[in-house]
């Protein structure tokens, strides 16, 4: 705890020189200087920041089409196995097609839906939750009445049946996973908002007459915004395992378009043989999920007024 803090607890704030003021860090400063020192923050904003570039640039990135097949060079193994080649540094699939390819190619159907599925999961939840929290009385109870019903079904199996009948085309998952998992930003925001509504910053802005829009938006939003970046971290990495089950299932994207998921269910069969077929993909999922979770949490560390660590 610094002098100046120490002096704003015990009222002795008069007693600073106005110089020791004026130097004192502005917040932005702090923020980059717990940025600049928060590991997780550092790895998760890197990967996947990585990832994203990959995504973007793949067509830049590799010689191959993702779809073009060659039976004449199935199953080629990776460069650091035996009687592997330069010419595809993670080998094959079983069809012939170049595995880094369609890893980097996965990439973008992996970031799409799970940023596609936390933002409008986001806006759903977060926008009850605000409302519910806020109002209060009747207003929250419908609003949980809606959380309770979500919570009663299972979310794969409704998933795997929308996901059926609807086919499994991108924007489907996208949004068939969004209306799925906003159950969480509503519980968490309607907590976090119930605290915050008592607030005298929110109780100053009822006086000067700001209406219940102003107060919501200007006022608690900004305030229950770390929470919400966590919330949408996870949920971004549950699409994301999500979207790879269903694929996996053969009930998500279908072929012959590039998904980790995917490639880990046309991969099963010859795991015993070429285990990098599954291998390769699993460990993308596995860092991709664990880079998001960490980079939320960094940012809820950084971001957050009482300077968590």
Same mark, same amino acid.
């Given at each position: 705890?610094?002098?100046?803090?120490?002096?704003? +607890?015990?009222?002795? $704030?008069?007693? %600073?020189?106005?110089?020791?003021?004026?130097?004192?860090?502005?917040?932005?400063?702090?923020?980059?200087?717990?940025?600049?020192?928060?590991?997780?923050?550092?790895?998760?904003?890197?990967?996947? +920041?990585?990832?994203? $570039?990959?995504? %973007?640039?793949?067509?830049?990135?590799?010689?191959?089409?993702?779809y073009a097949q060659d039976l004449t060079q199935r199953l080629i193994p990776p460069v650091w196995a035996v009687k592997g080649s330069w010419a595809h540094l993670l080998g094959t699939d079983s069809l012939g097609r170049d595995y880094l390819t369609r890893l980097m190619y996965g990439a973008r159907i992996s970031l799409i839906i799970g940023f596609g599925a936390a933002t409008i999961a986001g806006i759903i939840g977060t926008s009850l939750g605000l409302i519910g929290g806020y109002f209060g009385g009747r207003v929250d109870a419908v609003v949980m009445y809606f959380v309770n019903v979500k919570l009663s079904l299972p979310g794969i199996l409704v998933a795997l049946s929308l996901i059926s009948v609807f086919g499994g085309a991108v924007w489907v998952v996208v949004t068939v996973l969004g209306f799925l998992f906003w159950d969480r930003f509503v519980v968490v925001t309607r907590s976090v908002t119930q605290q915050v509504r008592t607030a005298d910053y929110v109780a100053a802005a009822e006086a000067v007459g700001a209406s219940h829009w102003r107060i919501i938006v200007g006022e608690i939003l900004p305030n229950v915004m770390n929470h919400i970046i966590v919330i949408a971290s996870l949920e971004m990495a549950v699409a994301i395992l999500v979207e790879a089950a269903l694929s996996f299932l053969g009930l998500g994207i279908r072929p012959p378009t590039p998904s980790w998921g995917l490639m880990i269910s046309e991969g099963r069969n010859f795991m015993f043989f070429q285990p990098y077929l599954v291998a390769i993909p699993g460990i993308a999922i596995f860092v991709l999920v664990i880079a998001i979770n960490m980079l939320g949490d960094g940012i809820r560390d950084i971001t957050a007024p009482e300077g968590r660590n």
């Open positions: 705890m610094t002098s100046i803090e120490r002096d704003r +607890l015990t009222g002795s $704030l008069d007693t %600073i020189p106005i110089a020791a003021i004026l130097e004192a860090p502005s917040p932005r400063t702090v923020m980059r200087r717990r940025a600049a020192t928060h590991i997780g923050f550092l790895f998760g904003g890197t990967v996947v +920041l990585g990832a994203i $570039l990959i995504a %973007i640039f793949a067509p830049l990135l590799t010689p191959y089409d993702p």
